[in-house]
């Protein structure tokens, strides 16, 4: 029932910068987060960011703190990526995810916790 398009990925060297975008379509609620995961070549697929559908609330894995930054537009339905300084370890296939829960739940970096996922945008980091 609900629709995720990934878009913004790309070639870049490292250092480069890249803003990805998720346009979300088809059933809304009032209570769910989005996220960002990115799986790159033999590894899982790992937490990347979340945000609350308030805005008002993020979580960044380790690895991105400091250098991504999530936001959304919910009157677009629209979540981003900003990501600076980017790193050859930050190749992967990039995708959003919608986990359906309150805003008082905690965010969660567990894929599992996600009900809907995009089809990803590939990003590449050449060094």
């Known amino acids: 029932q609900v629709q995720l398009v990934e878009s913004g990925g790309g070639l870049v060297q490292a250092g480069d910068s890249l803003r990805l975008s998720c346009a979300k379509s088809?059933?809304?609620?009032?209570?769910?987060?989005m996220g960002w995961f990115r799986q790159a070549p033999g590894k899982e697929r790992e937490f990347v960011a979340a945000?609350?559908?308030?805005?008002?609330?993020?979580y960044y894995a380790d690895s991105v703190k400091g250098r991504f930054t999530i936001s959304r537009d919910n009157a677009k339905n629209m979540v981003y990526l900003q990501m600076n300084s980017l790193k050859p370890e930050d190749t992967a296939v990039y995708y959003c995810a919608v986990d359906f829960i309150s805003e008082l739940s905690p965010l969660s970096p567990n894929p599992k916790n996600y009900d809907y996922w995009g089809q990803g945008t590939q990003v590449t980091v050449s060094s």
């Open positions: 088809g059933r809304t609620f009032s209570s769910y987060a």
């Open positions: 945000i609350r559908r308030s805005g008002a609330g993020t």
